[in-house]
C-alpha cells in the first residue's frame, strides 16, 4: 500500500544526524577511519530517504532506527575495506580460466614479483654504463633464446601485440588474412575490430570453411602491406575444410617481397602433443617457418602473467618499438620480472612441467587427480555428514583460455548432492566461503573438479562444504 505524505514525512523524520549515525557504527567498527564512517552514513542516509521518498516499502517504523541503519553502515564501511580482488580455489576443471585469472605463477615469478617490487630495480637503467637503459632488455634475449626469433619486444596484451604490429606495418594498407581466421577471443573482442583500430584495411579471402593460396594471390597488390594467419586457438573448423600452411604464405610472401605475420593467440612453448594433449604450433614452429613476425600471449599456455610477446626480424621488431603506441602498451616491472622468471623455467623444458603450475595441472595424470578427489571424499566420509551423498566420478576438464579447444581432457570430480538443498543453494554457499570456492553444476549435482585443485587447496574445500550444509 502506497505511504501518504504525511507517512512519508513522518519516517524522514526518523532518520538519525549522520554524526550520530557514525559515532553510533564506531562502537562497532573501531578500526573504521572517521572519514569512511561519515562518508557510508551520507550514503545509507541518502539511500534510505530516496526509498521512502519514491514510495518503496522497505523500511518503516519498526525497522528504521539506529540499530538496523548502523548495522547497513557498517557493512557498507566493511565492503569497503575489503579488497576487491580476492584469491579463489578454482573446482571447476578450467586450468585457464579467464574469469578467474587464467594461469596461476610459479613461485619463481611470485618471488621476482616481491624482489624487483618491493624496493627499487634496474628496470629501466643500465647497471653496465650507469646510463638509462630499456625494460625490454630484460626480456628480449630470453625471448630470442627460446622462440629462435632475432629480436623481440612485449606489450601488455596479445590484442595490443596485433594492434601495434598492424598499426607500424600496415596503417592505410591492406592485410589479407582467411575469413576462416577471423576470430572473436573474450569479452567480445574481435580481430577484425583490431585490424580496422589499427587503420589496415582489412582484405578477406576465402570461404569460412576453406581458403586455398590461390586466394591470397590473387588478393595482393600494390596496396597490400601484409599476409596475416591467425591460429584458431579457441575454436576449429572441421569436416570439409581446407585452410593454407603458413610455410606456403611465408613463400608467397618472399615471392611479393610482403611480410609475412602469424599470430597465435595461445603462445605454447614447449610441444604439448606429446602429453596426449592437441598438439599447438610454438612460435619456434613459425619461426622455423619462416614468419617475419610472430605473436602469442604470456598467460595462457606459456604459464605466467598477462602479456603480448612479439618476436621475428629484427627490421620489423624496431619499428614497432619506435611506434608511439608503444609507451601507451608497455609492460610495468612487475610484468617483467614474473615474464622472465617463467621464461626462464623453460630454458630446460622437463624443469618447467614440474614448476610452471598451469602445465602441471594440465598434463597431470588422471589417476593422480583420482587420488586428489579420493582424498577430498575420505575427508568428507570421515565426519559422515547425513544430509550429504558423496561419489567420485570420471569427468572431462578443459585446457580454458582460448586454448586447445577441441581437447577434452580426462579428470576426476566428486560429486556432490545434499536432501534439502539444491546443486544451486551448494553452489552459492561454496562461493560465499572464505576463500570462494567456485564448482561447477551438471544434472542437478555440485561437480568438483581436482584437476584445477591444488593439494593445499583440498582440506578448505573439505570446511566449506562441510559448514555448507
Same mark, same amino acid.
Request: hydrophobic share 40%; net charge neutral; charged share 25%.
Given at each position: ?22 559515532? +553510533? ?7 573504521? &577511519? ?42 557498507? +564501511? ?96 591492406? +592485410? ?60 576449429? !573448423? ?6 593454407? &600452411? ?11 617481397? !610482403? ?105 597431470? &595424470? ?69 576463500? &570462494?570456492?567456485? +564448482? ?30
Amino acid at each position: 500500500m502506497a505511504k501518504s505524505s504525511e507517512e512519508k514525512r513522518a519516517l524522514l523524520r526518523l532518520i538519525p544526524k549522520i554524526d550520530e549515525l557514525a559515532r +553510533v557504527t564506531a562502537e562497532m567498527l573501531v578500526y573504521a &577511519p572517521q572519514e569512511l564512517l561519515i562518508d557510508a552514513s551520507r550514503k545509507v542516509s541518502e539511500m534510505v530517504r530516496n526509498s521512502i521518498l519514491s514510495g518503496e516499502d522497505d523500511f518503516n517504523a519498526d525497522n528504521l532506527n539506529m540499530k538496523n541503519l548502523s548495522k547497513m553502515v557498517a557493512g557498507h +564501511v566493511e565492503k569497503t575495506m575489503k579488497t576487491s580482488l580476492r584469491k579463489v580455489i578454482n573446482a571447476t576443471g578450467v586450468v585457464l580460466h579467464t574469469n578467474l585469472g587464467r594461469a596461476p605463477l610459479s613461485r619463481s615469478a611470485m618471488d621476482a614479483i616481491f624482489e624487483t617490487s618491493s624496493g627499487y630495480s634496474n628496470l629501466e637503467y643500465s647497471l653496465e654504463t650507469g646510463e638509462r637503459g630499456s625494460r625490454q632488455e630484460h626480456l628480449e634475449n630470453i625471448v630470442c633464446t627460446l622462440t629462435g626469433s632475432e629480436a623481440a619486444f612485449v606489450v601488455n596484451n596479445n590484442a595490443a601485440a596485433v594492434l601495434i604490429v598492424l598499426s607500424t606495418l600496415a596503417k592505410e594498407r591492406e +592485410v589479407i588474412i582467411s575469413r576462416g581466421e577471423l576470430v572473436e577471443i573474450g569479452d567480445s573482442f574481435r580481430l577484425p575490430d583490431i585490424m580496422l583500430q589499427s587503420g589496415a584495411k582489412l582484405i578477406e579471402v576465402g570461404t569460412t570453411n576453406r581458403t586455398r593460396i590461390s586466394d591470397y594471390r590473387n588478393a595482393i597488390n600494390q596496396e597490400t602491406a601484409l599476409i596475416m594467419k591467425a591460429h584458431q586457438s579457441n575454436y576449429r !573448423i572441421v569436416g570439409y575444410s581446407e585452410n593454407v &600452411p603458413l610455410k606456403e604464405l611465408v613463400k608467397l610472401g618472399k615471392q611479393f617481397y !610482403i611480410p609475412v605475420v602469424e599470430d597465435l593467440g595461445s603462445g605454447s612453448i614447449v610441444d604439448l602433443s606429446r602429453f596426449n594433449l592437441e598438439g599447438e604450433p610454438t612460435p619456434r614452429n613459425s619461426i622455423e617457418a619462416g614468419a617475419d613476425l610472430v605473436t602469442f600471449s604470456g598467460d595462457k599456455l606459456l604459464g605466467g602473467p598477462q602479456a603480448g610477446i612479439i618476436a621475428g626480424s629484427s627490421r620489423y621488431i624496431e619499428a614497432c618499438k619506435k611506434h608511439p603506441l608503444a609507451r601507451a602498451i608497455r609492460i610495468d616491472k612487475m610484468t617483467v620480472a614474473a615474464l622472465d622468471a617463467t621464461l626462464r623455467e623453460y630454458i630446460d623444458s622437463e624443469e618447467a612441467i614440474k614448476n610452471i603450475p598451469a602445465l602441471k595441472l594440465l598434463i597431470e &595424470p588422471a589417476h593422480i587427480v583420482r587420488k586428489k578427489a579420493m582424498r577430498l571424499k575420505r575427508m568428507l566420509d570421515r565426519d559422515n555428514p547425513t544430509d550429504f551423498v558423496y561419489e567420485v566420478v570420471a569427468e572431462f576438464s578443459k585446457a580454458g583460455g582460448g586454448s586447445l579447444p577441441l581437447t577434452e581432457i580426462p579428470t576426476y570430480c566428486l560429486s556432490v548432492k545434499h536432501n534439502r538443498l539444491s546443486a544451486q543453494d551448494l553452489e552459492r554457499r561454496m562461493r560465499s566461503f572464505e576463500p &570462494p570456492i567456485i +564448482v561447477r553444476i551438471k544434472d542437478e549435482y555440485l561437480l568438483i573438479d581436482l584437476r584445477s585443485v591444488f593439494d593445499s587447496e583440498i582440506p578448505l574445500i573439505a570446511k566449506a562444504l562441510l559448514s555448507s550444509g
